[in-house]
């Protein structure tokens, strides 16, 4: 079976992703610091990542002639995820989380609260990008909402300004947000193209 | 007398780089799209583009065996500017330009707005680097000033909430402005540095 690497600081998108991958291939995690470019494409900013990662990787084992880890590494992936406000040209987009420190979630909503709500569209999207020996592909999963003043107490970052079907990220259960994920579906669309494989 | 080549796209950039040289050396414009990676740090990113413009010069220089533009690469010059707000943890700083793009300078007020006046300091910075053989060093000029409602027709992009001594950079004229400027200061740092070389 072959052996995929998540290069991702949080277990839980570790156990998503492995949750979606079913049991196709081993999914193990890796720490390692790879290079974000500044970009509006997401996609650009993953592949440029997960590239970065495999060939480091695969170096690492062609120096010292062995395993990385024990295990060959057959192909990395990498994830990045932003916020994208129609109204504000696709701000945050690619830098939402340092918007998210530095400006703030509830800033970001008064930036939008003067606009009509048709105005106030966003979207949360994700890019998986999977590097291996073959090139890049990048598979993307996008929810659409609207941005409106922050309720709920639940989620992390932009999920109390992010309404869905009526409810905000931070007002629904885990399980509940998953089952719209941004991510799931870019890991669905991984999964799927890599079962064909 | 050594060449340096300043990768920008900036014309008028060019000319002011010259007059601080003060014919120390020759400087050519160079348009190399280097790779801009995320960071807080100005320095980091403008190295990052120093280091990959240089090494991508001199390895063209080696491979056709002729130089580059008929003159030796002896260094590369690379700016990078930024809007730093304290009350925004720093924000737009490296993304000013995604900022001023996507939000708006208008926006970017209305941000500060209601803060009082103590809360709405901020500084322009420019980051110099210089990458040559023996590696890579950075210059920093900055200007402290306080944002302001939008004042003045003069400059570009966040001249107009900008205010030192009472005017806002687009209330001045262009030499008034370069006189105090960022960039201005960061040339000179380095200028200064390099005639010890």
């Known amino acids: 079976m072959d052996t995929l690497y998540f290069a991702t600081g949080n277990a839980g998108k570790l156990e998503e992703a492995r ?5 196709q291939a081993a999914l193990e995690q890796v720490e390692y610091d790879y290079t974000e470019i500044q970009s509006d494409d997401l996609g650009e900013i993953a592949a440029t990542g997960a590239r970065e990662t495999y060939d480091a990787m695969t170096a690492e084992e062609a120096n010292d002639g062995s395993d990385v880890n024990g295990s060959d590494v057959d192909g990395v992936l990498v994830d ?6 129609d109204a504000l040209g696709g701000f945050p987009g690619p830098y939402s989380a340092y918007v998210e420190t ?4 509830e800033r970001v909503w008064r930036l939008l609260e003067a606009e009509d709500e048709s105005n106030r569209r966003a ?3 994700t890019v998986m990008a999977y590097a291996d020996a073959e090139g890049v592909e990048t ?3 996008s929810v659409a909402g609207t941005i409106v003043a922050p309720r709920g107490e639940a989620g992390f970052g932009y999920d ?3 309404e ?3 409810q905000t990220f931070a007002e629904m259960t885990a399980a509940e947000k998953n089952a719209i994920s941004h991510r799931g579906r870019a890991l669905a669309a991984f999964t799927d193209w890599y079962a064909d494989q």
Request: hydrophobic share 35%.
């Open 139 to 141: 598979f993307e999963g």
């Open 102 to 105: 530095t400006v703030g979630v």
């Open 164 to 166: 869905y079907n009526g």
């Open 123 to 125: 979207h949360f999207r």
């Open 19 to 23: 949750e979606y991958l079913d049991g």
């Open 80 to 85: 990045d995820t932003g916020l994208f406000v």
């Open 160 to 162: 109390p300004i992010f």
